[in-house]
């Protein structure tokens, strides 16, 4: 099976390009930061401290989560309830964060993830793919943007969705995130050693589709 890796903080655009690169190429797109938001939704319904490591890790054993594909597009569920939406906020943006910390929830997720990776051709965005749950992948991409553009980015997609949102708490949530998911202890985010670096700052997004396509030509 195929496979390419991307990685990167949050708003650097992963989930768009991996969404049309798997497109052209005929993979599965894997967004293994929804997973991580499913099992944060799951612990805040259930009001749980999300600083207990113990009850998190045996909410997270507990949660149904299932990862559907419906029209080609993944979609996430909670037993039988469709939560693709429901975990695009950004108290869940928070709360996956702070959850993705505790070794038990990652290696169940891992777990699915590698799972998929066995059966389809792949394209997979987290944070830990390159370095952790892929480290055969044949490419791996690390996608980055300055905080400012990817704050920008983030307030453009919520107003276009007509969510609420403020420019400058975006920055700070995603710089706090930043700092979250580089410094945790297990599989923090960084660039794996054969990881190929895409600053997207100043690119669009046809010019970064079309640069990875020529990496993996
Ligand atoms: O990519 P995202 O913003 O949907 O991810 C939400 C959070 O999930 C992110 O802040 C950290 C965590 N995450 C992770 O730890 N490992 C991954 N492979 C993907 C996401």
Known sequence: ???IAIDG???????????QLSKDLG????????MYRTIALYCLKKEADLDDEELISALCSEAEIDIRY???VQHMFLGEEDVSEAIRTEQVSQAASAVSKYPKVRTRLVEMQRELAKQYDVVMDGRDIGTHVLPDASLKIYLTASVDVRAERRYKEYLAKGLP?????MK??????DHNDMTREHSPLRKAEDAIEVDTSNMSIP???STI?????
């Open 1 to 3: 099976m195929k496979q």
């Open 9 to 19: 903080p949050a708003g650097a655009g992963k989930s768009t390009i991996a969404k």
């Open 27 to 34: 993979y599965v797109y894997i967004d293994t930061g929804a």
């Open 70 to 72: 419906l029209d080609g």
């Open 165 to 169: 949102c403020d420019l400058k708490e």
């Open 172 to 177: 700070k949530d995603i710089a706090e995130r």
């Open 207 to 209: 010019e970064v589709v």
């Open 213 to 217: 396509r020529e990496l993996i030509k």
